[in-house]
């Protein structure tokens, strides 16, 4: 089965720009993963951030990007807020089913 | 306004059954994929199962075959998941989700609040 690796935490100071991966076990990312990128609060449902590498849903902020980067799937947070300190999950097609990566716990510090 | 209202989680014993729902309301819920998504305590987001929009084709995890079965009734707008053979690492908060595409590519755009669907003797 694929497995989905992320980053499993990250610090970034207000106001910085910090990057998550998202890597597929069956080799590099491409668009035909479909890769999701989620934002998950404490006792809260996921929000979708952004989908299909690089489309922002009409609720994400501006400084949410996607990308692919080196074989990867990357959501970059530019300007990081305080209130971007939150768990992050990349989602990817793979192999007739959908695969969640294992989250990145990203700290503003 | 889209909305997913998810219901029927609760205690279970191993090896028992539990069926859970969801409501949709706010679109055309027969023109979407819709899927499950579970989260055990502490732990990531696993995907569970999807259904397509007239319910002829189903797609699961390998841990969840055969033991549960994800069905939609577009008459009704509503989604179920029934479970049975219940094992204590089922034990999750299960969430409703809605698949959207655009753009050439499929993505979750609505999620429910989730339902708790504990397994323990």
């Known amino acids: 089965q694929t497995v989905v690796t992320q980053e499993p935490s990250l610090t970034v100071s207000p106001g910085g720009t910090v990057t998550l991966t998202c890597a597929s076990s069956?080799?590099?990312?491409?668009?035909?993963?479909?890769p999701n990128w989620f934002q998950q609060k404490p006792g809260r449902a996921p929000r979708p951030l952004i989908y299909g590498i690089n489309s922002r849903h009409s609720w994400t902020p501006a400084r949410f990007s996607g990308s692919l980067l080196g074989g990867k799937a990357a959501l970059t947070l530019s300007g990081v807020q305080p209130e971007d300190e939150a768990d992050y999950y990349c989602l990817l097609l793979s192999g007739g089913g959908w695969v969640f990566g294992g989250g990145t716990k990203l700290t503003v510090l | 306004e889209v909305q997913l209202v998810e219901s029927g989680g609760g205690l279970v014993q191993p090896g028992g059954s539990l069926r859970l729902s969801c409501a949709a309301s706010?679109?055309?819920?027969?023109?979407?994929?819709m899927t499950w998504v579970r989260q055990a305590p502490g732990k990531g987001l696993e995907w569970v199962a999807n259904i397509k929009p007239d319910g002829s084709e189903q797609q699961y995890v390998d841990s969840v075959k055969a033991r549960f079965t994800i069905s939609r009734d577009n008459a009704k707008n509503s989604l179920s998941l029934q479970m049975n053979s219940l094992r204590a690492e089922d034990t999750a908060v299960y969430y409703c989700?809605?698949?959207?595409?655009?753009?050439?590519?499929?993505?979750?755009?609505?999620w429910g609040q989730g339902t708790l669907v504990t397994v323990s003797s």
């Open positions: 706010g679109f055309t819920f027969g023109s979407y994929w």
């Open positions: 069956t080799g590099a990312v491409t668009s035909s993963y479909c």
């Open positions: 989700g809605r698949f959207g595409y655009d753009s050439g590519t499929s993505h979750i755009d609505f």
